[in-house]
């Protein structure tokens, strides 16, 4: 039986619910079905970038090594989501009917122009056959003012969208850059609140749809963990 002090308030934490003063931090994992998480995906990659070292289970690790031998950390970043994109179309074209066959090959051609969450979207992933099974959606049902996700894909915004609200989207600004290449939220619109009806989806290591908002590789990580410690106003 665990001890008191390691039990979860359940009470507490329901309280907190219903008054919109809990903020779930969602892991990657959470609600994708682990196909694009799996330790068989990061090896597959490694694989295909020729990683010659044993760890090729590391996503950091690999995605370092990418970086390095390609000197453009950016590229690694790029080239990571287009195989996570390639990936995902290849699963999906396993054992389809004909006359899916040729949507899979439409949305092939246009594979590069498209973010990775645009292709989850279009190739109705993750999928549950009951909606309410996906823990996503479950979170969405919450009157929750804010997400923070570990996800690049906008998997809970559209866990939100399904529950009927509007969410806004806003990235971790870890580095300058960053800013030159995004508005922020709050910036787009200063009178901005999050609530339950219009929330925060906080993507603490980036987003798919700018590669250069990723924390992926080693350096990645070190150079975040810098950032946020020297400007707490990073994570607003």
């Not at 590069?112 to 049902?141: Q, T």
């Amino acid at each position: 039986m665990p001890s008191l002090q390691n039990r979860i308030d359940w009470r507490t934490i329901i309280r907190r619910i219903k008054s919109g003063k809990f903020t779930p931090i969602i892991s990657y994992r959470v609600g994708s079905q682990h196909i694009l998480s799996t330790p068989q995906t990061v090896a597959a990659w490694a694989e295909e970038i020729d990683y010659p070292l044993h760890d090729c289970t590391n996503l950091t690790r690999v995605a370092q090594f990418k970086a390095v031998t390609s000197r453009d950390a950016l590229s690694a970043k790029e080239e990571y989501l287009e195989f996570l994109k390639i990936r995902l179309l290849k699963l999906s074209k396993k054992n389809q009917p004909d006359d899916r066959r040729a949507f899979l090959d439409t949305l092939e051609t246009e594979l590069y122009d498209i973010s990775l969450s645009d292709v989850a979207r279009r190739l109705g992933y993750p999928h549950y056959n009951n909606e309410m099974d996906n823990p996503l959606r479950i979170l969405a049902e919450l009157p929750l003012p804010i997400y923070i996700t570990t996800n690049y894909a906008d998997f809970m915004e559209q866990a939100l969208q399904a529950a009927g609200k509007l969410p806004r989207i806003e990235v971790c600004y870890w580095h300058d850059e960053l800013e030159d290449d995004r508005e922020s939220v709050f910036k787009a619109d200063p009178d901005y609140q999050p609530t339950g009806a219009e929330p925060l989806v906080f993507h603490i290591h980036g987003l798919d749809d700018l590669p250069s908002s990723l924390v992926l590789t080693e350096d990645d990580y070190l150079d975040f963990l810098v950032k946020i410690a020297e400007d707490p106003e990073v994570i607003p």
